[in-house]
């Protein structure tokens, strides 16, 4: 059974710092590229970043290039999401996903970032 | 970025009815296209793959059909367990985009 845990959530002032990690059993980490999607509050889901199976290509959405960095630790089945100048409207229900032929076919639970001072 | 347009946002049903949605791409996207349920408080499920391929473990009264810009997911019979929300989601080019969801409500 392939499970997927986020942790590293919370509330933090804006201008801050957080980084999630996700980790992954039950599934052979190294073969799949991984990515981020998040729900702010009352929105849909919205895709933030993907990391290629060996890190060496990352996408990111637009409104976090520059301010999010993702990557990856295939010895130990993580993938990171470090989130750096964080504004309001980053707060949001953050997702860890599995990619499969370009889709998400598992998923975390989520963690929550909240952005506030 | 290719823009991802559901209707309707909700939609009222009853245990038994068949729903469908539709998802239509401001660009053709082949069929770059999933489907996913997604219930508050809960990890989203992937249904659709392709745009028709059913993802194992899901029921076969989920259908999707569609290629290039328009797309369909259909429920037949509606069960308890399927009032939710619903997104689809292009991956043809990055930004991967999702829908804005429409929501399945008891009537």
């Known amino acids: 059974e392939v499970e997927l845990v986020e942790s590293g959530g919370g509330l933090v002032q804006p201008g801050g710092s957080l980084r999630l990690s996700c980790a992954v059993s039950?599934?052979?980490?190294?073969?799949?590229?991984m990515s981020w999607v998040r729900q702010a509050p009352g929105k849909g889901l919205e895709w933030v970043a993907n990391?290629?199976?060996?890190?060496?290509?990352?996408y990111y959405v637009d409104s976090v290039k520059g301010r999010f960095s993702t990557s990856r630790d295939n010895a130990n089945n993580l993938v990171y999401l470090e989130m750096n100048s964080l504004r309001v409207e980053d707060t949001a229900v953050y997702y860890c996903?599995?990619?499969?032929?370009?889709?998400?076919?598992?998923w975390g639970q989520g963690i929550v970032v909240t952005v506030s001072s | 970025d290719i823009q991802m347009t559901q209707s309707p946002s909700s939609l009222s049903a009853s245990v038994g009815d068949s729903v469908t949605i539709t998802c239509r791409a401001s660009?053709?996207?082949?069929?770059?296209l999933s489907w996913y349920q997604h219930k508050p408080g809960k990890a989203p499920k992937l249904l659709i793959y392709?745009?028709?391929s059913l993802q194992s473990g899901v029921p076969s009264r989920f259908s999707g059909s569609g290629s290039g810009t328009d797309f369909t997911l259909t429920i037949n019979c509606l069960q308890p367990d399927d009032f939710a929300t619903y997104y689809c989601?292009?991956?043809?080019?990055?930004?991967?985009?999702f829908g804005q969801g429409t929501k399945v409500e008891v009537k």
């Open positions: 392709g745009a028709s």
């Open positions: 990391i290629k199976q060996d890190g060496s290509e990352k």
């Open positions: 989601q292009q991956s043809y080019s990055t930004p991967w985009t």
């Open positions: 660009q053709t996207i082949g069929t770059y």
């Open positions: 039950g599934s052979t980490f190294s073969n799949y590229w």
């Open positions: 996903a599995r990619v499969w032929i370009r889709t998400f076919d598992y």
